[in-house]
Nanobody, 124 residues
C-alpha cells in the first residue's frame, strides 16, 4: 500500500509560481511512475506531467511546468511557473508500481494510488 500526501497549493496571481510536493510512503519509491493530474470544476481529471526515467508533459503546460523527484526523500515535485487562470484546479499526485511507457503514462486509469489533492487557484 502507498500513501500519497500533496502540499503546496494555494492562491496566486496570473504569471506567478507555485511548487507542489507529493510525499510517498510505502514500497520502493524509485520503482514507481509518479504523475500529476488536475481536475477543474465540471471537467474530467486530466494529465499534467509524469516522471519515470524521463519526463512527460501535457501540451498545455510544456515550457511552464517542471516535474522532478527526489528518491532519497520519497517525494515528487511540480514546479509551476507562468501560471494562468486556466491552470486553476485541484491537483492530484498519482503513483503506479511499474515503469509506464509512453502509451499509458498519461492515462489516469494506469495509476493505482492517488493523493487527496491540493487546490491551486490562479487569479487574473
Amino acid at each position: 500500500q502507498v500513501h500519497l500526501v500533496e502540499s503546496g497549493g494555494g492562491l496566486v496571481q496570473a504569471g506567478g509560481s507555485l511548487r507542489l510536493s507529493c510525499a510517498a510512503s510505502g514500497r520502493t519509491f524509485s520503482s514507481y511512475t509518479m504523475g500529476w493530474f488536475r481536475q477543474a470544476p465540471g471537467k474530467e481529471r486530466e494529465f499534467v506531467a509524469a516522471i519515470v526515467w524521463s519526463t512527460y508533459y501535457a501540451d498545455s503546460v510544456k515550457g511552464r511546468f517542471t516535474i522532478s523527484r527526489d528518491n532519497a526523500k520519497n517525494t515528487v515535485y511540480l514546479q509551476m511557473n507562468s501560471l494562468k487562470p486556466e491552470d486553476t484546479a485541484v491537483y492530484y499526485c498519482a503513483a503506479r508500481f511499474a515503469m509506464l511507457g509512453t502509451a499509458t503514462i498519461n492515462d489516469r486509469n494506469s495509476y493505482d494510488y492517488w493523493g487527496q489533492g491540493t487546490q491551486v487557484t490562479v487569479s487574473s
